[in-house]
């Protein structure tokens, strides 16, 4: 039952991914970064959906 509780805390509780708003002068981007993995997205307003960050 422990590990149960500790695996939930680490996966489960803060959720998959960051989330971080990011201003630039009047516009303000939405990014999420992946906390396992490190894969980071930024919000594409106009249609909708994550866009990858390429490294």
Not at 7 to 26: A, C, N, Q, W
Not at 37 to 48: A, C, D, I, M
Request: charged share 20%; proline share 2%.
């Amino acid at each position: 039952m422990l590990i149960a509780v500790i695996l939930f805390g680490l996966f489960i509780y803060p959720g998959m991914y960051r989330y971080i708003s990011v201003d630039r002068g009047d516009n303000s981007l939405a990014i999420r970064v992946h906390v396992i993995t490190g894969k980071t997205e930024v919000l594409n307003l106009v249609e909708g959906y994550w866009v990858n960050i390429e490294k």
